[in-house]
């Protein structure tokens, strides 16, 4: 399908979709677009718990590929939604994650996919192609983190130093974390407390600092955090500071340390220069220890990239779909 080389295709509506039971009481809604007969692609989508867009599968060409979207557990489409209080965040791990895409790949008869997601996307797309090497054909990340505590320390407090206004306001939002006290931790907590009014304020408090970070990067519509409807902004936060809060079940730098697993696996990797939220450093580590991965800085971009971003991975999606 033609197009212009930083224009994405144009939208497409899923041909087949459904819940897919993973057990403790989850249903994981997934749906599949493009070609029935394409290159199969799985898109895994960031936050963690924002849930997939439609926007996503414009990255495709729907003429050859066969392109797979899943919400995880607690957000988007799947059940039971973390914004009600009652929903078990205990079944809603890493691990558990990368089951529900094994799962998943079963369940639609595919062989092997390309991974395609970034920021928390790109954690979990790294866990999960560790374990499951020979499941995964190429993978292409824009804006990669691999979750480590250290990424984590830096994005909500690390950051402080360059937003020192906001950040107070951030650390005010949870008085019993004052010093050095673990911040992420005590949102999780936060925003498992029976009082919606609790949860509510912890919410705004941490969508308004995630807003923050993202101030310096162009962007339309309404703020990427907290312009999202009520539930969703809750189940996101709930999610985000669940994982966070236990450095996403990870051995510390486990993801870049075990990229030799990786061999063999092409990859793509895309990086603004200028991501505050997730520094270049993690990038261009993981690409020093994946042999076969390309990294591409885009200068002047951000955490949410732009059009030199959009524009590589066109290309690189475009140049795997041939594959």
């Known amino acids: 399908m033609d197009r212009e080389p930083d224009e994405k295709y144009p939208p497409i509506e899923p041909y087949e979709q459904g819940m897919l039971d993973v057990g403790d009481g989850n249903l994981v809604h997934w749906e599949v677009c493009g070609n029935p007969d394409g290159k199969p692609a799985l898109v895994v989508h960031g936050g963690p ?3 997939c867009g439609a926007h996503t599968r414009q990255y495709f060409d729907p003429d050859r590929y066969r392109v797979v979207l899943f919400d995880q557990r607690g957000c ?6 973390a914004s009600d209080p009652a929903a ?3 079944h809603n791990t890493t691990a558990h994650l990368i089951a529900d895409m094994e799962r998943l790949r079963v369940r639609l008869g595919i062989e092997k996919w390309l991974l395609y997601g970034g920021s928390w996307g790109s954690t979990l797309i790294l866990a999960y192609a560790e374990e499951h090497p020979e499941r995964v054909s190429e993978i292409v ?3 990669v983190t691999t979750t480590r505590r250290s990424e984590i320390d830096w994005l ?3 950051v402080g130093k360059i937003f020192p206004e906001a950040w107070d306001l951030f650390r005010a939002g949870v008085p019993e974390a004052a010093g050095d006290g673990d911040l992420v931790a005590a949102y999780a907590r936060r925003m498992e407390s029976p009082d919606a009014a609790v949860r509510a304020k912890a919410t705004a408090d941490w969508c308004a600092w995630e807003d923050t970070v993202l101030s310096q990067e162009t962007y339309s519509g309404p703020p990427p955090y907290s312009g999202r409807p009520g539930g969703a902004r809750q189940a996101l936060v709930r999610i985000c500071s669940h994982y966070f809060s236990h450095g996403a079940w990870l051995e510390e730098g486990q993801l870049i340390r075990n990229a030799g697993r ?11 220069r200028f991501d505050l939220g997730g520094p ?6 993981l690409a020093k220890a994946w042999p076969d991965a390309e990294l591409t800085v885009i200068d002047g971009a951000g955490h949410l990239g732009g059009p030199a971003t959009t524009r590589a991975v066109l290309e690189a999606l475009d140049r795997f779909a041939a594959q």
Do not use: F, K, Q
């Open 76 to 81: 988007g489409r799947s059940t039971p939604h």
């Open 49 to 51: 718990g924002s849930g």
């Open 262 to 272: 990786l061999a063999g696996i092409p990859g793509v990797l895309v990086h603004g």
């Open 156 to 158: 909500y407090r690390g």
């Open 88 to 90: 078990d965040m205990r």
């Open 280 to 285: 270049l450093i993690t990038a261009w580590e």
């Open 141 to 143: 990340i824009p804006a």
